[in-house]
């Protein structure tokens, strides 16, 4: 659970600081591990740029968080394409195309789909 430190205790870390203990004989007289107690000595003394950036990277850690998850900000734009026509009609028929075996098991291009097949029209036209 996370600990909600107090002013008295703020200065009471500046008091064994200031006293030159060890993060590891610190971190114990908090209750807690000595990582804890020199990151919150850390977050007394940062500028305010480094706050600004620490809550900046945490937020992008807390969206790819959520991408992963799949879970979309509400901020993202949503783009609406209109696909062309000629376009739509080349994926219907690439759908209903027949599949060797070659394509089922390698991803081949359906027959007549292929760019030899494409390059052959154009010869013969």
């Known amino acids: ?14 008091e064994l600081v200031a006293a030159g203990l060890s993060w590891e004989e610190i971190g114990p007289e908090f209750g807690l591990k000595r990582d804890a107690a020199r990151k919150r000595w850390g977050l007394l003394h940062e500028t305010p740029e480094e706050r600004a950036d620490r809550c900046e990277k945490r937020r992008l850690y807390q969206e790819r968080v959520k991408l992963r998850n799949g879970v979309l900000p509400e901020d993202l734009p949503v783009r609406k394409l209109a696909v062309p026509e000629e376009v739509l009609q080349e994926r219907n028929a690439r759908l209903i195309a027949p599949l060797t075996i070659t394509g089922i098991i390698c991803g081949d291009p359906p027959i007549g789909f292929s760019a030899l097949d494409r390059k052959l029209a154009e010869v013969r036209a």
Do not use: F, G, N, S
């Open 1 to 14: 659970m996370r600990k909600v430190w107090t002013p008295e205790e703020d200065a009471k870390l500046a």
